[in-house]
């Protein structure tokens, strides 16, 4: 997934993740190795259990692994303590997840400020009007997520996950809980950013047709990956 001489954005080296104790442990992830160039879409299918939302939480630094090396922008994750892995992933990762995620008694406003105020950034909530703006949502800057549908809170979650301007954006299921319209909308808008921006893409869906549109497509089964798709460039 990467060229000769291409440095990957992503790198994964036989990763393995084992969850739960006792009787109930489940070894999730298998020697699991990737790696993804920088400005790419990566898709990631397969049945329910067999890892692939793991994978993302891996990449996304939200769980440590066993065994084996991560490595996302050059940061080996291994030589991170968790407030190092916090601050990087504020810094260079945007999350965007199947359930919102929205801060209910925030407005879109604020919700999409938040990374940014985090951060430190003194102009937060100028780059959030913008943010929505070009997500389509300037005229919604004082709702609440209650006052939203799911298509629009989707909308909100994605410009707060790209408001600090990360290398990559993971996104779970993102049209999990829309209606085939919408959720045909949000991916079109996903994928339009993800180039616009350059950013390195990396998506979980149940959804082949959706993933189908990113450049590579990757199955998963087992906590291992069966094989790969490479989209073949469009002249």
Not at 107 to 116: G, S
Not at 190 to 201: P, S
């Amino acid at each position: 997934m990467t060229t000769p001489g291409q440095v990957p954005v992503i790198e994964l080296q036989d990763v393995n993740l084992t969850l739960g104790d006792g009787a109930s442990q489940v070894h999730v992830l298998r020697g699991m190795s990737l790696q993804v160039a920088a400005g790419k879409s990566v898709g990631i299918v397969g049945p329910s259990g067999s890892g692939k939302s793991t994978l993302l939480m891996v990449m996304a630094g939200l769980e440590r692994v066993d065994s084996g090396k991560v490595v996302l922008a050059g940061e080996d994750f291994s030589r991170l303590d968790e407030d190092g892995l916090a601050a990087f992933r504020g810094r260079n990762i945007g999350i965007v997840f199947q359930s919102f995620h929205l801060i209910p008694n925030m407005t879109a406003l604020e919700n999409v400020a938040v990374p940014l105020e985090l951060a430190g950034d003194p102009g937060a909530f100028e780059k959030a009007q913008v943010e929505l703006e070009a997500v389509g949502l300037g005229d919604r800057l004082s709702h609440y997520p209650s006052q939203m549908s799911g298509g629009e809170q989707q909308r909100v979650a994605m410009a707060r996950a790209l408001a600090p301007d990360p290398k990559i954006l993971v996104a779970d299921e993102p049209t999990g809980n829309l209606d085939g319209d919408t959720g045909q909308q949000v991916a079109d808008l996903l994928f339009n950013k993800q180039r616009e921006r350059g950013t390195t893409l990396v998506l979980v869906t149940h959804d082949p047709s959706l993933a189908e549109q990113c450049d590579i497509m990757l199955r998963v089964r087992a906590g291992e990956i069966e094989g790969q798709t490479v989209r073949q460039a469009v002249a």
